[in-house]
């Protein structure tokens, strides 16, 4: 291969990086505004009858709280320093094996995706469910659920590394059916809990997962 040769091949591999980071920023930004635009139709009431209907029917099921003890301890997987400690964890291993941009790509996207989710709530400003009482306190606004958003965004790209290293096969499967799995029943304590509209919780497990595949073609990606 010539020197010519070389640099052109250089040349089309930083052309295609920038081209997967500009698609990862219009993912986020795309994210961003759909989650906006959703919040600000959910306010007007359009969705209430069947989120009431669910919020309802989840507490007559258990009404004696007969599984709350299970409900709370899966609930605080999906909480700020449970997922900040995972991280913490998984960025850690990924630095001591020098695989910078993957560590970046962890700790960037978790970090972001929990202050865009703070951003929307105070813009969109939705109230949390007052349909039946709250089995836990909460504070702050309802929409989305930054249990849910985060927990997919994080387990989203902690899916993807761990199934990269994995040969197709069984492995990746249950890596991938895992992470769905642990992000379904997070979002689903939220509701259970009466903390958050099912709707507050389907808008985060998007937004999470839409986000973490943003920043994995900005980085993660590999050809």
Not at 93 to 112: N, Q, V
Not at 168 to 178: E, I, L, M, Q
């Amino acid at each position: 291969m010539t020197r010519g040769e070389r640099a052109t091949g250089v040349d089309g591999l930083r052309g295609r990086a920038v081209l997967s980071m500009g698609g990862g920023v219009a993912i986020g930004a795309a994210a961003v505004a759909a989650l906006l635009i959703v919040g600000r139709w959910l306010v007007t009431g359009v969705a209430m009858g069947v989120d009431t209907a669910i919020l309802a029917g989840i507490r007559r099921a258990d009404a004696g709280g007969r599984w709350l003890g299970v409900v709370t301890d899966v609930t605080a997987l999906g909480s700020g320093p449970v997922l900040t400690l995972l991280v913490a964890i998984v960025a850690g291993w990924l630095l001591a094996r020098r695989h910078w941009r993957d560590a970046i790509l962890l700790a960037g996207a978790s970090a972001s995706a929990g202050q865009a989710v703070n951003i929307v709530k105070a813009i969109v400003a939705r109230a949390r469910p007052e349909v039946v009482p709250h089995w836990i306190l909460v504070g702050n606004y309802s929409y989305p659920s930054a249990h849910s958003a985060d927990s997919a965004a994080v387990a989203s790209l902690v899916a993807l590394l761990a199934m990269r290293a994995q040969p197709p096969g069984a492995g990746r499967t249950y890596v991938a059916v895992a992470a769905v799995l642990l992000v379904g029943l997070i979002g689903f304590s939220r509701v259970y809990l009466a903390v958050h509209w099912p709707t507050d919780v389907l808008a985060g497990w998007s937004f999470g997962t839409v986000w973490a595949l943003g920043w994995w073609r900005a980085l993660g990606a590999r050809e």
